[in-house]
């Protein structure tokens, strides 16, 4: 396709960023935006593994503790998210609930939540309304030293450079350049990526079996910083 084609497509304002980048060679411009949606498309894959193993992990740990209802008894009054600083967790539910009427299922509950509801079940409210338990979860996180702790809090910020990296990528935006300059770099995502797989490692899950044939990651980010 011509660069021209692309450009009218993809939108001039878009497309700026990669030509840039790549000097206004047009031939590279487009190899450059192709190689950010491979990256994006195998990044997100993996988040949602993350997403996936982490909400199942907590569900879990609240079957075991809470009962077969623990999410809905939560938003119940009286339940352990009825209060003035969980309000907002609380809504998520009830208005899950509303919009799945009758077909109600636990399972069915639990997978309208999204990232950052699980997230935030790591706040402070709301970890503290839920017995303080959620670092179960995590059995294999290091232990805190007097210059860091590893809390709820600190998990908490980890998840939320995670629920951005998804936000991001669900909204296709590039991840293949340095922070707020027209410049060719990987770095974000290989933090990213990083941290992704020290989060599985966490959880005493095998991220390399788990992500047989589904990671290249290193590989994607190789391919662009070569370019």
Partial sequence: MRYIDFENIMSPNRMGRYLAACGGDSRNAMTLYRKNLKLSQELFTIVS??????????????????GGDWLLNASSAGGMFD????????????????????????????????????????????????????????????????????????????????????????HHEPICFANGQQVKSTLYAR??????????????????????????IVSHCNDIDAM
């Fill in 191 to 216: 933090h990213q990526y990083r941290l992704i797989l020290e989060l599985f490692q966490w959880m005493n899950i095998d991220e390399a079996a788990l992500l047989y044939g589904l990671d290249h």
């Fill in 49 to 66: 593994c993350l997403e996936i193993a982490l909400r199942n992990k907590i569900d879990g740990l609240y079957l075991n503790q809470k």
């Fill in 83 to 170: 209060t003035q600083s969980s309000r907002h967790t609380k809504n998520i539910i009830a208005r899950s609930m509303t919009e799945l009427g009758q077909s109600y299922t636990h399972d069915k509950l639990v997978a309208r939540m999204d990232f950052g509801f699980w997230r935030y079940l790591y706040a402070q409210p709301q970890f503290y309304a839920g017995g303080q338990v959620l670092l179960k979860v995590f059995p294999s996180k290091p232990r805190s030293t007097p210059f860091i702790q590893y809390n709820h809090t600190y998990v908490f910020n980890e998840l939320e450079k995670i629920n951005g990296l998804r936000n991001r990528l669900a």
